[in-house]
T-cell receptor
Framework: DVKVTQSSRYLVKRTGEKVFLECVQD?????MFWYRQDPGLGLRLIYF???????EKGDIPEGYSVSREKKERFSLILESASTNQTSMYLC???????????FGQGTRLTVV | AQSVTQPDIHITVSEGASLELRCNYS??????LFWYVQSPGQGLQLLLK??????LVQGIKGFEAEFKRSQSSFNLRKPSVHWSDAAEYFC????????????FGTGTRLTIIP
């Protein structure tokens, strides 16, 4: 069974902290994605990666960076957390560009 | 750029009633289309997908969707809803031509009343 695992379900961080959200997939998928989900806005793509050490900006990359050192792991980094980054963060992976994505359970991040 | 529109933010139906959730896409060619469901506090689960072929697609949990090219629509249907269907539903599309990213609609929240 396919599995995308996000390291935390809930996180509370202080403004200005550096925050790491981790995501691991066990399906040997090439592609991995980070979305944020906000009420009324749906899912918005932050960053995605088509290969190890490769990254591309999505629709809302400002204030975020990513790291993909190994195929199975894709990390989202908030360089200096701000209150407007309070949100649900969803990681996903897909076998190739034009197939369905599989999602993790999400991390609800609160920045205070 | 492609976009996906879900015109209904919130829908309420009675248990046992039929359901139709609307989805429209904007893309010149036929995209790949998906419906996902999200239960409260959970990630997204794929309900069904359309790539090509038969325009009526069957999915899990008794859901189906019909692709209509003339209307640029991919509406999700279920003949009789159950209380456990209460969730948020997302339509998504992706180009079949290359490295286009998966684009989501804003979602429709479904409430079931007894």
């Amino acid at each position: 069974d396919v599995k995308v695992t996000q390291s935390s379900r809930y996180l509370v961080k202080r403004t200005g902290e550096k925050v790491f959200l981790e995501c691991v997939q066990d399906m040997d998928h090439e592609n991995m994605f980070w979305y944020r989900q906000d009420p009324g806005l749906g899912l918005r793509l932050i960053y995605f990666s088509y290969d190890v050490k490769m990254k591309e900006k999505g629709d809302i990359p400002e204030g975020y960076s990513v790291s993909r050192e190994k195929k199975e792991r894709f990390s989202l980094i908030l360089e200096s957390a701000s209150t407007n980054q309070t949100s649900m963060y969803l990681c996903a992976s897909s076998r190739d560009t034009n197939t369905e994505a599989f999602f993790g359970q999400g991390t609800r991040l609160t920045v205070v | 750029a492609q976009s996906v529109t879900q015109p209904d933010i919130h829908i309420t139906v009675s248990e046992g009633a039929s359901l139709e959730l609307r989805c429209n896409y904007s893309y010149g060619a036929t995209p790949y289309l998906f419906w996902y469901v999200q239960s409260p506090g959970q990630g997204l689960q794929l309900l069904l997908k359309y790539f090509s072929g038969d325009t009526l697609v069957q999915g899990i949990k008794g859901f189906e969707a019909e692709f209509k090219r003339s209307q640029s629509s991919f509406n999700l249907r279920k003949p009789s809803v159950h209380w456990s269907d209460a969730a948020e539903y997302f339509c998504a599309s992706i180009s079949n031509f290359g490295n286009e990213k998966l684009t989501f609609g804003t979602g429709t929240r479904l409430t079931i009343i007894p």
